[in-house]
């Protein structure tokens, strides 16, 4: 069973179950509670709600014998306010440290956090990559703004760059013959698969450990693609990649 469970806290309960649905085609294992709306049934947050959920994530995780030290709940939030909610029952119970909200985006941040957890990382990795989305798409939004306004802006600081040392890298042309091309699951699978490998991958110029970037490139079946590896286990993970471009993983 994963180390990490979620609360997805939303102003409308058909939000997070469209949140959580598409989440978990990606991450079937992981385990998802529900706070949503006000208790009357509008559209709102509502404390008890929250803290109706979040007890039950947490006594879904923190098993008998469990390793509790990589347990913990993550909290997503759709708008400020449930935000705030969330916090404040955070804070009212000492913020316990197998608890954590962060700020990021709920869909993508969702779908890179439970990806991180179906791969066994921890309530900080898994909070990592869910604020790593965040990045991702101001990244993205920047160079979208400078294009639209032909303003040329700063880098942002956290900008990920990659360094190319002088160690090999392997370069492979690559058609997708997978029918679901290189969309959200199959993402998924692909970033899974190349976990445990001692490399660094991009397609198509994007890190191939991000399922939001993958998934970016809108790759159809039939479609070309430029895969680039460095590492240890650069070999292994071209490998990889054109066995799951195939569809030999789905």
Not at 106 to 117: D, H
Not at 241 to 250: A, D, I, K, N
């Amino acid at each position: 069973m994963a180390c990490v469970a979620f609360v997805i806290i939303s102003h409308s309960q058909e939000l997070a179950e469209g949140v959580v649905e598409l989440a978990s085609q990606m991450a079937p294992d992981i385990h998802f509670e529900i706070a949503a709306g006000e208790d009357t049934g509008g559209l709102g947050t509502s404390m008890n709600k929250v803290e109706d959920a979040l007890d039950r994530a947490l006594a879904r995780i923190h098993k008998p014998g469990s390793d509790s030290c990589r347990r913990g709940v993550l909290l997503l939030t759709d708008l400020g306010s449930s935000t705030m909610v969330a916090q404040t029952v955070l804070e009212l119970r000492g913020n316990p440290k197998d608890c954590m909200c962060v700020t990021a985006p709920l869909v993508e941040g969702t779908v890179a956090a439970a990806v991180a957890a179906h791969g066994g990382s921890g309530l900080a990795q898994v909070a990592v990559a869910a604020c790593q989305s965040a990045i991702d798409l101001a990244e993205r939004a920047r160079t979208e703004i400078a294009h639209i306004t032909s303003v040329v802006l700063e880098p942002s600081s956290s900008s990920r760059i990659f360094e190319i040392t002088s160690q090999q890298i392997l370069e492979e042309e690559m058609t997708v013959s997978d029918p679901a091309g290189l969309h959200a699951r199959p993402a998924a699978l692909l970033v899974r698969a190349l976990a445990p490998i001692d490399a660094q991958v991009w397609i198509n110029d994007v890190d191939a450990s991000s399922v939001l970037e993958l998934m970016s490139l809108g790759v159809r079946q039939g479609q070309h693609i430029h895969v680039r590896a460095q590492g240890i286990e650069r070999e292994e993970a071209i490998r990889c990649v054109r066995e799951m471009l195939q569809g030999h993983g789905s």
